[in-house]
T-cell receptor
Framework: GENVEQHPSTLSVQEGDSAVIKCTYSDSASNYFPWYKQELGKGPQLIID?????GEKKDQRIAVTLNKTAKHFSLHITETQPEDSAVYFCAATPRTYKYIFGTGTRLKVLA | NAGVTQTPKFQVLKTGQSMTLQCAQDMNHEYMSWYRQDPGMGLRLIHY???????DQGEVPNGYNVSRSTTEDFPLRLLSAAPSQTSVYFC????????????FGQGTRLTVV
C-alpha cells in the first residue's frame, strides 16, 4: 500500500551544524513531495516542496533533494539555529492524490 | 484572511458522548481534510472532501462522520466518543487535491475519559 517512512525520529545537532532528514516512499507514481514544520501547539506549515520533474530545490538555508529511482527524498538544513527546533514531516502524494505523511522527526538545535 | 480556523482548541469528553469539531476556511479551497495526530504515528487521514457535497473516507474513518454543505465548512462529528479517539485533530485545506500546499488549522486537542 501507500507508505512513507521517515528517519530519524529524533535528531539533536549543535547550533550552526547541518541537519538531514530522510524519507522513502512506496508508490513510484508519487509526484509531489512537501515538507512541513510543526512548532509546539501549532499546525504544520509548509517550508519547502519539490515535484517529481526536479532533482533539487533550495530556499536559503533549506534544501530538498529527490531521487526518483531510489524513491527517496531528503531535507537539508544548514547553519541550524535554535528557532529551527520543531517537528518536521515529509509527505508524498501517490496516484490517489492524497497526502501520505511520514511519522515525523523531532529536531533539537542545541545552543 | 484567517486561513483555516478550528474550534474548539481543547475539549474533554466522557466516553459515549458525541460532539462536532468545527473547521472553516476562507481561501475558497475545494479540497479539505481531517487528520489525527498521535505520538509516533504522524498524521493519519480520517476523511476528506473534494468539494461541496462530496466526501470520502481516509485511512482511519471509523467512529467519525463528515459532511460538506458549503465550500467553507467541513465539520467532523464524533458519534460516540471512545478513549482511543484521544488525539490532536487537524483540519487542512488546499487548492488542489494533493498537488499543492496544504494549509492547516491550529488543531483541537481532544481527551476522552
Amino acid at each position: 500500500g501507500e507508505n512513507v517512512e521517515q528517519h530519524p525520529s529524533t535528531l539533536s545537532v549543535q547550533e550552526g551544524d547541518s541537519a538531514v532528514i530522510k524519507c522513502t516512499y512506496s508508490d513510484s507514481a508519487s509526484n509531489y513531495f512537501p515538507w512541513y514544520k510543526q512548532e509546539l501547539g501549532k499546525g504544520p506549515q509548509l517550508i519547502i516542496d519539490i515535484r517529481s520533474n526536479v532533482g533539487e530545490k533550495k530556499d536559503q538555508r533549506i534544501a530538498v533533494t529527490l531521487n526518483k529511482t531510489a524513491k527517496h527524498f531528503s531535507l537539508h538544513i544548514t547553519e541550524t539555529q535554535p528557532e529551527d527546533s520543531a517537528v518536521y514531516f515529509c509527505a508524498a502524494t501517490p496516484r490517489t492524490y492524497k497526502y501520505i505523511f511520514g511519522t515525523g522527526t523531532r529536531l533539537k538545535v542545541l545552543a | 484572511n484567517a486561513g483555516v480556523t478550528q474550534t474548539p482548541k481543547f475539549q474533554v469528553l466522557k466516553t459515549g458522548q458525541s460532539m462536532t469539531l468545527q473547521c472553516a476556511q476562507d481561501m475558497n479551497h475545494e479540497y479539505m481534510s481531517w487528520y489525527r495526530q498521535d505520538p509516533g504515528m504522524g498524521l493519519r487521514l480520517i476523511h476528506y472532501s473534494v468539494g461541496a457535497g462530496i466526501t470520502d473516507q481516509g485511512e482511519v474513518p471509523n467512529g467519525y462522520n463528515v459532511s460538506r454543505s458549503t465550500t467553507e465548512d467541513f465539520p467532523l462529528r464524533l458519534l460516540s466518543a471512545a478513549p482511543s479517539q484521544t488525539s490532536v485533530y487537524f483540519c487542512a485545506s488546499s487548492r488542489d487535491r494533493g498537488k499543492t500546499e496544504a494549509f492547516f488549522g491550529q488543531g483541537t486537542r481532544l481527551t476522552v475519559v
